[in-house]
């Protein structure tokens, strides 16, 4: 539905964005799940909430700030990303650019979402802690990562250097904020063979490697 209503309006300047069609949609999918009554911050539900904080809202969106993923889109591919799109983050800015528009028709805004008590996370038996610079002794199936220690605006680089020397993105850890401590977990689980070298993680952080399985063959 978003893609769509992207390549419809491509942006144009914000001038055909409206609260009611387009940006009430990014709302709901990205921000309602805290910004609600009842969640972890105040509401952004509304038009009447939002339009208050426009410039607010604008700066933390344009740095990434909010959602609070804490990573660097595309260092690594995670199916849990809750970080905005840059097609989302444009949408946004032009909308607001454009004196944020409500919309005549109310009819089109989206139902409200239903929110799920969030689940707890549970550290899996054979996950791996690591500290520092590491070299795999064994193999390990990489489902994602854990930064169980890990400072407040913290910035690293982490990757693993393969024994043939290619070397894969794990994750970029951009001023990360540990209020908000959360696993990053891969579309795909990676298979380090023995020999990989783990770089890349703050001195004093601890990252927990979580175990996967191994990615069936495709017939």
């Given at each position: 539905?978003?893609?769509v209503?992207?390549?419809?309006?491509?942006?144009?300047?914000?001038?055909?964005?409206?609260?009611n069609?387009?940006?009430?949609?990014?709302?709901?999918?990205?921000?309602?799940d805290?910004?609600?009554?009842?969640g972890?911050?105040f509401?952004?539900?509304?038009?009447?909430?939002?339009?208050?904080?426009l410039?607010?809202?604008?700066h933390?969106?344009?740095?990434?700030?909010?959602p609070?993923w804490?990573?660097?889109?595309?260092?690594?591919?995670?199916r849990?990303d809750?970080?905005l799109?840059?097609?989302?983050?444009?949408?946004?800015s032009?909308?607001?650019?454009a004196?944020?528009p409500?919309?005549?028709?109310p009819?089109?805004?989206?139902?409200v979402?239903k929110?799920?008590?969030?689940?707890?996370?549970?550290?899996?038996?054979?996950?791996?802690?690591?500290?520092?610079?590491?070299?795999?002794?064994?193999?390990f199936?990489?489902?994602?990562?854990?930064p169980e220690?890990?400072?407040?605006?913290?910035t690293?680089?982490?990757?693993?250097?393969f024994?043939?020397?290619?070397?894969?993105?794990?994750?970029w850890?951009?001023?990360?904020n540990?209020?908000?401590?959360?696993?990053?977990l891969?579309?795909?689980?990676l298979?380090?063979p023995?020999?990989?070298?783990?770089?890349g993680?703050p001195?004093?952080?601890?990252?927990?490697?979580l175990p996967?399985?191994?990615?069936?063959a495709?017939?």
């Amino acid at each position: 539905m978003l893609a769509v209503i992207l390549a419809v309006n491509g942006h144009n300047g914000g001038t055909n964005l409206t609260w009611n069609r387009e940006i009430s949609r990014v709302f709901f999918r990205r921000c309602a799940d805290c910004h609600r009554t009842g969640g972890s911050a105040f509401s952004l539900m509304t038009y009447a909430e939002v339009q208050p904080r426009l410039t607010q809202i604008k700066h933390q969106v344009l740095n990434r700030l909010m959602p609070p993923w804490g990573a660097v889109k595309g260092f690594g591919d995670f199916r849990n990303d809750q970080g905005l799109t840059q097609e989302e983050i444009e949408l946004i800015s032009d909308w607001i650019d454009a004196d944020a528009p409500r919309g005549n028709n109310p009819n089109v805004l989206p139902p409200v979402p239903k929110f799920s008590k969030p689940s707890n996370f549970t550290r899996p038996r054979d996950s791996l802690n690591v500290q520092g610079d590491l070299i795999l002794i064994r193999p390990f199936i990489l489902d994602g990562l854990f930064p169980e220690r890990l400072e407040n605006d913290a910035t690293a680089r982490v990757v693993a250097q393969f024994p043939d020397s290619h070397v894969e993105p794990l994750v970029w850890f951009h001023q990360y904020n540990q209020r908000f401590q959360h696993p990053f977990l891969f579309r795909q689980p990676l298979e380090l063979p023995a020999g990989t070298r783990i770089s890349g993680i703050p001195p004093g952080s601890t990252l927990v490697f979580l175990p996967g399985k191994k990615p069936s063959a495709r017939k």
